[in-house]
């Protein structure tokens, strides 16, 4: 009965496999694979067939085929179960450093969000500005969302994008773990969250720039960041922008 089961498991995989490389060569998206049309030809042609969803193959991808250069695939039937969980447990490790050469997916960004370290839709991201990443990022170390080590990684993406529907939860935790309840009032160098905020940022600005430990920047300069960030960001202003497109893009490090 073990047997069995592998042999189905390893069917399953492979198509995932074999239809990850179908997509990609001819530059479908993935979304595709959702379309009630394309199960109905595909049932067509192998009534029973149970097709794997978009964020499915999006979970295949990033270490089988993008990571691990040439692998060698699995044989079908041969493959082994333990094989198959560790590919499992290396692909749900939320690792920021596998992220880093990704290839292009038809339909999705070229980089995950900084918040959920997931690759999405291009319609459901949002670019950000360096700067305005670095506190992202540290909210999410503040939030527990992954470690400063691996902040030191995403910190080092090309650019940094992320989902809509983290940008209001992002503002609220940014106003609390940064001390503020009026930007124009709380902002200041004797507020020690910001001060904490500070610290880690310029690790972050550190681990992109490849340096030990960058120069420091005047704090004033980082107090402004942040009230660029928070007016951004807050809920009203953030659709303004977004119409005017003055978030949809990325800037240097200054």
């Not at 250069?69 to 493959?79: A, C, I």
């Not at 609220?172 to 904490?196: C, F, K, Q, S, Y």
Request: glycine share 2%.
């Amino acid at each position: 009965m073990e047997n069995v089961e592998n042999v189905e498991n390893s069917e399953s995989f492979m198509m995932k496999v074999r239809l990850l490389e179908f997509l990609k060569d001819n530059g479908i998206p993935f979304p595709v694979v959702d379309n009630a049309k394309f199960h109905s030809f595909v049932d067509f042609l192998k009534p029973g067939v149970a097709l794997p969803t978009s964020e499915e193959l999006i979970e295949t991808k990033p270490e089988f085929l993008t990571l691990s250069g040439n692998p060698e695939k699995p044989q079908l039937g041969t493959s082994s179960s333990n094989d198959q969980d560790n590919f499992m447990k290396s692909e749900t490790s939320k690792t920021a450093s596998k992220f880093m050469n990704l290839e292009s997916i038809p339909g999705y960004a070229s980089t995950p969000c900084i918040v959920c370290l997931e690759r999405k839709q291009t319609s459901e991201v949002r670019l950000v500005r360096t700067n305005d990443a670095y506190i992202m990022i540290f909210i999410c170390v503040k939030n527990e969302l992954y470690s400063m080590d691996d902040a030191k990684e995403i910190a080092k993406l090309p650019k940094f994008q992320c989902c809509a529907i983290h940008l209001d939860e992002i503002y609220r935790d940014a106003l609390d773990h940064l001390g503020v309840v009026d930007p124009e009032i709380d902002v200041h160098t004797d507020n020690a969250r910001i001060m904490e905020a500070n610290h880690l940022v310029r690790e972050l600005r550190s681990a992109r720039a490849n340096r030990e430990i960058m120069k420091q920047t005047h704090v004033h300069y980082f107090l402004r960041y942040i009230k660029k960030f928070l007016e951004n960001y807050a809920r009203h202003n953030y659709v303004n922008c977004c119409q005017q497109g003055t978030l949809l893009s990325t800037s240097t490090d200054k």
